[in-house]
C-alpha cells in the first residue's frame, strides 16, 4: 500500500483561514518589487547560527523559485493551492504548485528541525514552544538565523499576524511573499505592521535511535500492543510529531479507506500507533527498523 500525505486535508477549515493570512496583499505596498531576489545563492544563513537554526534556514533556501500559492504547501514540500477569492494574482491559484508564508514556515522548521509548527500565521505567532521573544522595539538586532519574522494588522496583538518568514541575518529574509511571486531573499521590512519575531531554534530534538513524524487524524488510538484487542493507553486529540524507535507487523486495521498491519512503537507514551495514521506516504515508514 502507498499512501499520499493528509497534511491538507487534516487541516480541515483551518487550512482556508491559514491561506487568509498570506495572500502578501498588505505586504506589497511596503517594498517595492526591486527589493528582493530570487536568486538561490544569496539564500543562506548570513550570520554565525546553531547546527538547528541553520538547518532551518536551509530547508527553507531550498524551496527558492518556488511558487507563492494562496494556501498551498505543507511540511512534505509544495502543493496546489486555493483560488483567492479577491480576485488578482491569485485568483487561480488552485492551479499553481507552491507555498503560501506560513506554509513554508512549517515546512522549513519541520524539514529542517523536526519542528511541528501549528497551522496558520497567528498561531505560529503565539506558539507556545517558541525559545525566545522579540517584541518590535528592538528591530533586528538581537535576532539570529532561523528566526522567524512576523507582520499583523495591529502589532500589539499577535492573533493578528498575517505575515511570517524565516531570517536570514544582515537584515536579509527569506519568504513566500503573494500571490504572482516565486519564494525570494528580500530585505526585512521594519514597517508599521511588523510584529517582532520568535525563535523556534533550541527546541528538544528527537531522542536517540528514533525518528520524527507526524501523525494525522483526531483522537487517534495509541494501544498497548500492535493490534485493537486491548484498549487504548492514550489518545492523540489531532495531529501530533511523534518518535517512532521501531516498528512491527501487527493486526491489520482498516481506517479511513486505507488497510495495513504496519505498527509503530512511541517510547514516550509506550504504546503502538498504527501506521495509517502517520503521515508518510510509505505504509512501510522508511529509516525506521523492525522492532
Known amino acids: 500500500m502507498h499512501r499520499a500525505h493528509r497534511t491538507l486535508a487534516t487541516a480541515g477549515g483551518l487550512l482556508l483561514a491559514t491561506a487568509l493570512t498570506c495572500t502578501g496583499t498588505a505586504m506589497a505596498a511596503s517594498a517595492p518589487a526591486s527589493a528582493a531576489t530570487s ?23 531550498s524551496q527558492i523559485g518556488v511558487p507563492y500559492s494562496w494556501g498551498g504547501g505543507s511540511i512534505h514540500g509544495p502543493t496546489f493551492g486555493q483560488d483567492y477569492p479577491g480576485g488578482g494574482p491569485g485568483a487561480h491559484d488552485s ?18 528541525a523536526g519542528i ?6 497567528w498561531n505560529q505567532a503565539r506558539w507556545s514552544g517558541a525559545t525566545a521573544r522579540f517584541d518590535r522595539t528592538r528591530g533586528i538586532a538581537p535576532l539570529q538565523p532561523g528566526d ?4 499583523g494588522s495591529d502589532p500589539a496583538n499577535l492573533g493578528s499576524v498575517h505575515h511570517i518568514a524565516v531570517y536570514l541575518g544582515n537584515g536579509k529574509m527569506v519568504e513566500a511573499r503573494e500571490s504572482g511571486t516565486l519564494v525570494m531573499v528580500s530585505d526585512v521590512r521594519l514597517n508599521a ?8 531554534a533550541g527546541t528538544g530534538q528527537p531522542p536517540a535511535n528514533t525518528k520524527r513524524f507526524m501523525t494525522w487524524g483526531t483522537d487517534v488510538s495509541l494501544r498497548p500492543e500492535p493490534g485493537t484487542r486491548k ?4 489518545r492523540l486529540p489531532g495531529p501530533t510529531a511523534v518518535d517512532v524507535l521501531c516498528q512491527a507487523r501487527g493486526e491489520t486495521v482498516t481506517a479511513e479507506g486505507y488497510t495495513n498491519d504496519a505498527w509503530s512503537y512511541l517510547p514516550k507514551y ?13 505504509a512501510w515508514l522508511p529509516g525506521v527498523p523492525t522492532c
Open 39 to 61: 536568486a538561490a545563492a544569496d539564500c543562506r544563513a548570513l550570520a554565525d547560527a546553531s547546527a538547528q537554526a541553520q538547518a532551518i534556514v536551509n530547508a527553507a533556501c
Open 148 to 151: 522567524l519574522l512576523l507582520w
Open 231 to 234: 484498549p487504548p493507553v492514550s
Open 116 to 121: 511541528a509548527l501549528p497551522e496558520g500565521t
Open 193 to 200: 505592521q511588523y510584529a517582532g519575531a520568535l525563535r523556534i
Open 95 to 112: 492551479r499553481v504548485k507552491g507555498f503560501d508564508c506560513s506554509h513554508l514556515v512549517q515546512y522549513a522548521a519541520w524539514q529542517g
Open 270 to 282: 509506550n504504546a503502538w500507533i498504527s501506521n495509517i495514521y502517520i503521515d508518510d506516504p510509505a
